[in-house]
């Protein structure tokens, strides 16, 4: 068994305007959040964790990792959402001896997610022309044991986070966790698919990921700039779910739970985000 230590790391894909079908909210402006794929390598071996979504972010997560000078040995994606997967396509161009890898829970959201696509155009409406025609799934994977170099990448079946089945990977030989959409950092985090009893769930999931003690975290969706740090993204990521509970709970309006919201997290990317999720939980009312 090899004692070298792992490293992380990380690109972040930056904020991005993008073609929304939403009727926007007044000063509403209809960003994508900043995203992040994260290299986690060894002295030789190297695995990346989450593809994104366009061809551009493909390309910059190619660069990375061929700076690295790290044998590319697989991707990993941490949830089904299509921000997260949609660009191995393009990824595996790049790599072409590597393969794209998920939990089942996961590989079975990505494929309902492309069929959601072909069937209404979800993703490719959104960024047309930036998107591969046949996306290419993440194959299931049964063990959650991942060799690097030598050493073991953990994947963790989390369960709820932005959406149930959820994972994220926990690296002891760099005393870090890659914690896809279960928590945010510096980003407004979305609650489309969670619904009151869901948020329940993903505090708990976050206490999951304190319990790790890991020194790094990195989130799925994280400001440029901003430091993969627990104290960046565990408590307070519980906390911006508390505090949307008790703004959305008597609010009248999705303006009055974005203005609430505003107030306590004002400084977060991606405010479009939060308009998203004071939508639909005005409609989960309904
Ligand atoms: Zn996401």
């Keep these: 068994m090899s004692t070298d230590p792992l490293s992380l790391d990380v690109y972040v894909a930056p904020m991005r305007p993008y073609a929304s079908p939403d009727q926007l909210g007044e000063g509403e402006v209809a960003t994508w959040a900043p995203s992040s794929s994260t ?8 695995i990346l964790i989450d593809a994104l979504l366009t061809f551009d972010n493909a390309d910059q997560i190619a660069e990375m990792a061929k700076r690295s000078g790290k044998n590319i040995t697989g991707v990993y994606i941490t949830h089904g959402h299509g921000d997260h997967w949609l660009g191995l396509a393009r990824l595996l161009e790049h790599f072409p001896d590597a393969r794209g890898f998920a939990a ?3 590989a079975a959201r990505a494929a309902w997610e492309a069929d959601i696509d072909k069937k209404t155009g979800y ?37 709820q986070g932005d959406i149930d089945g959820s994972t994220i990977f926990h690296v002891p030989a760099a005393d870090a ?11 407004h985090m979305m609650f489309y698919e969670a619904d009151a009893a869901k948020r329940e769930a993903w505090i708990a999931s976050i206490d999951a990921i304190a319990a790790l003690n ?21 408590a307070v990521s519980q906390q911006y779910v508390r505090d949307f509970n008790a703004s959305a709970k008597d609010a009248g309006t999705v303006e009055d739970i974005v203005n609430r919201m505003l107030e306590l997290h004002g400084e977060r990317d991606q405010p479009h985000t939060l308009w998203i999720s004071a939508r639909a939980e005005i409609a989960r009312r309904a």
């Design 39 to 46: 290299l986690i390598s060894g002295p030789t071996e190297g």
């Design 104 to 106: 089942p829970e996961v």
């Design 177 to 187: 966790v890659v914690a896809g959409d279960v928590v945010y950092n510096n980003v």
């Design 123 to 159: 993703w490719t409406s959104r960024f047309p022309g930036e998107l591969p025609e046949t996306p290419v799934l993440p194959e299931e994977i049964s063990d959650d044991e991942i060799m690097v170099d030598g050493q073991v990448v953990n994947l963790i079946h989390i369960g």
């Design 214 to 234: 890991a020194k790094t975290v990195v989130a799925g969706h994280k400001s440029v700039g901003a430091a993969d740090l627990p104290e960046n993204t565990l």
